[in-house]
């Protein structure tokens, strides 16, 4: 079982929501564009929750964000996103309000952590074994992973 199948507790959830301090001080740009701040609707409650996610490609031309739901096979936020769109995403110091979104198929999301891989292979060294991918993109269960693998594209409102 990869240390990521179940939801964190305890410390390293304290841990790992510390981030969402730092983007509602406006001090987002200090993670720069490794990090980006999710507020969407609890898909029951309807309430207002936050998270802070890694980013696995960022293309500033579009611009593009691209996370991977990792805690858990199937994370409230991504299920709260699938319900309803997130209210914001914030980016460095950009804030984007109302942001577009996409999910990702098994292909687009292989050549995303494929890149990523090659982009950060110390960071993918350490946490490929951790999220339960195969370390290596040419092992033969990539499509596989990569097709059970949930990610979505995030995008300022036209």
Request: proline share 9%; hydrophobic share 40%; net charge positive.
């Amino acid at each position: 079982m990869a240390l990521t199948d179940r939801k964190p507790r305890g410390l390293l959830r304290i841990l790992l929501r510390a981030p969402i301090y730092l983007y509602r001080a406006r001090l987002g740009w200090l993670a720069g564009h490794r990090f980006v701040y999710l507020a969407h609707r609890g898909r029951r409650t309807g309430a207002r929750r936050e998270v802070v996610v890694e980013v696995v490609r960022y293309d500033p031309d579009v611009p593009e964000v691209v996370v991977v739901a990792a805690w858990g096979k199937n994370p409230d936020w991504y299920r709260n996103i699938q319900a309803a769109p997130a209210i914001e995403v914030r980016l460095g110091g950009h804030r984007w309000p109302e942001p577009e979104h996409r999910f990702l198929d098994g292909p687009e999301v292989q050549r995303v952590l494929s890149a990523y891989q090659q982009n950060h292979p110390g960071a993918w060294k350490r946490l490929a074994p951790l999220l339960g991918f195969p370390a290596d993109p040419a092992d033969e269960r990539w499509p596989e992973v990569a097709a059970s693998t949930r990610a979505i594209a995030f995008r300022p409102s036209r």
